[in-house]
């Protein structure tokens, strides 16, 4: 069973930054893409970012509500993903959780799109 691994996180004031990283426990694991997805309180999990890898090559997505403020990296051949978090708003405070798909299709915001998924960690940004 593949266990995805999260680490980051934690409390910022508002306009800070934050990291997460998150690796496969299993190195033998094929992804096509990870990616990120958070849930606020009372609220449903939604998408944040992912990456996609073809071959040598990657391909990013965001929502709209962190781009140009999130930046998601990866290493493919080490199942990791990371997410550097600027500018960082209140509303931005959920647990976030690192997810992989071994399928790609083009509804990357889906959740139901991702196979595997990390316990999450929590992001507090106080304003």
């Known amino acids: 069973q593949v266990q995805l691994v999260e680490s980051g996180g934690g409390l910022v004031q508002a306009g800070g930054s934050l990291s997460l990283s998150c690796a496969a426990s299993r190195r033998t694991f094929s992804s096509n893409a990870m990616g990120w997805f958070r849930q606020a309180p009372g609220k449903e999990r939604e998408f944040v970012a992912v990456?996609?890898?073809?071959?040598?090559?990657?391909?990013?997505y965001y929502a709209d509500s962190v781009k140009g403020r999130f930046t998601i990296s990866g290493d493919n051949a080490k199942n990791a993903v990371y997410l550097q978090m600027n500018m960082l708003k209140p509303e931005d405070t959920a647990v976030y959780y690192c997810?992989?798909?071994?399928?790609?299709?083009?509804?990357?915001?889906?959740?139901?799109?991702?196979?595997?998924w990390g316990q999450g960690t929590k992001v507090t940004v106080s304003s």
């Open positions: 990456m996609r890898w073809s071959g040598s090559s990657s391909r990013t």
């Open positions: 997810a992989a798909a071994v399928y790609w299709s083009g509804t990357y915001s889906y959740s139901g799109l991702y196979s595997y």
